[in-house]
Structures are given as structure tokens and as C-alpha cells.
């Protein structure tokens, strides 16, 4: 079942990607876009408009983070591994994830006030509950995001740039990354949609394939800017190495990089944006599901990489409870399942 959507004068046709059921009738329908690139730009593979326009979100982390290697930041500030892979994060405000940002926050002089990110209960349901419990209201180090945020502020304290307004666009900070998104994805500035994300900050517009492109260059440091390549391998491995820190505790993201085992590195986006680069192969796969339900992004993405060969048949038992994603009612009972239902066009 298709449907058309007419945008700018132009009919673009959305293709159902993951079914939802309930029992044995199908009860919804995830539609979306898929972009499989190279790190010579080539277009692999895609399923539905891989030119699709949408916010990269949470997904672009590893690329806002790669200013804080190239620019020597790290090197002054003494990061590890660790710091830089909660810089990519967007975690689930765990001890684990708070011990790592104030770590960050100790060695560049600043304060868990200075972080600009906004509050929200903890995405660990444990943790949320234990602060509630304790009569406490979540603190800003515990928002998903204040791993990016403290590694902006270590771009901030490193330039002696205004720490008050660095998430608007306007600030040296945000201007500078833009100018980095542009240069990774290889998509002109000038084109590029500008939005204010969950936490605060700036957020970017591009198509699907440009996100796919940059990670795609991320694996392969070769393809990109020479005072890029280095810090490329840092983050990537960073993340690689401490998955836990990426996302959390039985979270999806942090799951597919523990089977990955250092094969790929990957992240998740709000909205249902997600974005994988495969290092052995040198691919990145971008994907984006239409009504921003994160529920069809599991199965899809790993359909996507089961179709691309990116999963061996192992790792594929592993993450089979991901790739038929269970629907349980409020008793804990199996009352459904999310399925992906695509087929990639492959280009030959």
C-alpha cells in the first residue's frame, strides 16, 4: 500500500517499510526512506527516496564531536576514549553516563550548571524511578544529552568563546559546526535546513544520502579532509569500544554495537533517524522512518544490513529480537510484532 505526497510541485511516492501486528491482522504501517553510500559517494542501494530532506538529529553527534579532536581540544584537556564516546551519545542518564560527562565537565573547568541542555527524567527507567523515589528532580548531566553538550563546551573553553549562548545559531560554535556538517556530508551550507533540536541546539537539514555519505567517509579517514582523519578514527573507535556509553542498559543502539564488535560504528537520531558505517566495507546507511515512530527502526535497520550482507548469520540470532520486534501489552504477554517488509534497489 503506497500512498503520494505532493511536495514543492513534486509527486514523491512513500513505500511501506515495517508492518505492525496484532495478532495476525496488520494493524500499522511504518513507511520510509532508506540511502546506502560509499565512501567514494557512489550510491549503493536505497528504498524509497534516498533524497529525502529530514533533520539528521541525534545521528549527527559523531560528526559535531570530530572538531573536539581536529582542533587539538582533546589533546589540551587530556579526553579518553571514554569522554569522546559520550560525546556521541545520547545515553540513558545511567551513573555510568554521569560519572563520564563530569569527568569531561572537571577537566575543562566548568560546572554541571554550565551545561545549556535542558532537563527530562532519565531514559532509564530504573534510574527515573530511583530519582523520583529519592524526592529528586532530574538534573541536567542526567539529559540524554549533555555528553554533546560538554564536549561543545570543551570547544567553547578551548576558543574562549561565550559560554552562555553557545547553542544558537549565531554563536562561533554553532557557525563552526555548521561549516563541519557541510564539509563531511559534502552538502552545500547555504542549502542546509537549520532547526533547534530537543536540547537546545542547532539541528540540521540534509537528504538522506548525505547522511549516509558521511558516515560512509567516517569509516574510510582516507576520503575525508586531512585534519579530519584522526580524529575520525578516535571517535569511531570510541564508540566502538564503549558501547554502553552510547546509548544504555538494553537500549537498541548500545545492543547493535556490542554484536558489531567493532565491525561498524552506529547512532540513533529522534524522529527515527538512524545511521550506520560499516568499516570493513566502507558503506554508510542512513534511514528514516516517515511518522518518526522509533518502534520501525529496529527492524529496519537490521533487514537493511541483513539485505546489505553487513550481518553475519550469527549476530543475526543475536539481534533477532530486534529484527521481529515484540509488541507486549501492559500484563508483559506477546500481543504483536513490528516486521520489516522491504526490498533494497540495489545498483549494479
Known amino acids: 500500500m503506497n500512498f503520494f505526497k505532493i511536495l514543492k510541485g513534486d509527486i514523491i511516492l512513500a513505500e511501506d517499510m515495517v508492518n505492525v501486528y496484532r495478532g495476525e491482522l496488520i494493524e500499522s504501517i511504518h513507511q520510509g526512506d532508506i540511502a546506502v553510500i560509499n565512501d567514494k559517494g557512489d550510491l549503493l542501494a536505497e528504498f524509497g527516496n534516498s533524497e529525502m530532506l529530514t533533520y539528521w538529529r541525534s545521528a549527527a553527534k559523531p560528526v559535531q564531536a570530530l572538531p573536539v579532536v581536529s582542533s587539538g581540544a582533546a589533546d589540551k ?19 555510568q553516563h554521569v560519572e563520564v560527562v563530569r569527568g569531561i565537565l572537571d577537566k575543562i573547568g566548568l560546572k554541571e550548571s554550565d551545561l545549556n541542555c535542558g532537563t527530562h527524567p532519565p531514559l532509564n527507567k530504573k534510574t527515573a524511578k530511583r530519582l523520583c523515589k529519592e524526592g529528586k528532580e532530574p538534573p541536567l548531566i542526567r539529559n540524554n544529552c549533555s555528553g554533546k553538550h560538554a564536549g561543545m563546551l570543551t570547544m567553547c573553553q578551548y576558543n574562549d568563546w561565550d559560554l552562555e549562548d553557545y547553542p ?45 555519505l558521511a558516515y560512509a567517509r567516517l569509516t574510510n579517514p582516507k576520503s575525508l579532509p586531512k585534519k579530519y582523519r584522526e580524529a575520525a578514527i578516535r571517535i569511531t573507535s570510541s564508540m566502538e569500544k564503549y558501547p554502553e556509553l552510547i546509548g544504555g542498559t538494553k537500549r537498541f543502539n548500545t545492543e547493535l ?23 570493513e566495507k566502507n558503506i554508510g546507511l542512513a534511514i528514516k522512518v516517515k511518522d518518526g515512530n522509533s518502534r ?46 522491504f526490498k533494497l534497489n540495489k545498483n549494479k
Open 77 to 95: 584537556y587530556n579526553l579518553t576514549d571514554k569522554e569522546l564516546a559520550i560525546m556521541c551519545a545520547s545515553h540513558s542518564g545511567e551513573d
Open 168 to 212: 544558537e545559531m549565531g554563536h562561533p560554535l554553532q557557525e563552526y559546526l555548521l561549516d563541519v556538517i557541510s564539509e563531511i556530508t559534502e552538502y552545500p551550507r547555504e542549502k542546509i535546513y537549520t532547526g533547534v533540536d530537543g536540547c537546545g541546539v542547532v539541528v540540521y537539514g540534509l537528504p538522506l544520502k548525505n547522511m549516509a
Open 257 to 279: 554495537l556490542k554484536v558489531g564488535k567493532g565491525e561498524f560504528f552506529a547512532k540513533s537520531g529522534a524522529q527515527a533517524v538512524f545511521c550506520v558505517g560499516h568499516l
Open 296 to 341: 520501525g527502526v529496529k527492524p529496519a535497520t537490521i533487514e537493511a544490513m541483513k539485505q546489505l550482507d553487513l550481518l553475519s548469520k550469527k549476530q543475526l540470532e543475536k539481534l533477532q529480537n530486534y529484527h521481529e520486534y515484540i509488541i507486549k501489552n501492559h500484563h508483559g504477554a506477546k500481543v504483536g510484532k513490528a516486521v520489516a517488509d
